[in-house]
């Protein structure tokens, strides 16, 4: 079954640090391009950060761009989102999920597939 297990998330303080990792099962990451999502309650799914096959190419939300860094360790068969400097409006469950090809082209669902059971990340004081 292909599947994967994102892990890391957590309670934070404003301002603090996590590192989320979403790890591959019954499949390797190294051909698909891996993006970060997350749902807040009552909202939609929105994309949060993307990477491709090779990590030479990543992409970031408006809202997150230079608090957030994806990354990924193809020998490790997993991918990292690190979020610094967090905000009580990050607070969601955060998913991964495979896209159907290498690179990153846009957040659409529809590209995107093995989705992981997700990650509770809380911002609070």
């Known amino acids: 079954q292909l599947q994967l297990v994102e892990s890391g998330g957590g309670l934070v303080q404003p301002g603090g640090s996590l590192r989320l990792s979403c790890a591959a099962s019954g499949f390797t990451l190294d051909y698909y391009a891996i993006g970060w999502f997350r749902q807040a309650p009552g909202k939609e799914r929105e994309g949060v950060s993307c990477i491709s096959s090779s990590g030479g190419s990543t992409d970031y939300a408006d809202s997150v761009k230079g608090r957030f860094t994806i990354s990924r360790d193809n020998a490790k068969n997993t991918v990292y989102l690190q979020m610094n400097s967090l905000k009580p409006e990050d607070t969601a469950v955060y998913y991964c999920?495979?896209?159907?090809?290498?690179?990153?082209?846009?957040?659409?669902?529809?590209?995107?597939?093995?989705w992981g059971q997700g990650t509770q990340v809380t911002v609070s004081s």
């Open positions: 999920a495979a896209r159907g090809f290498d690179y990153c082209s846009g957040y659409n669902l529809a590209f995107f597939g093995s």
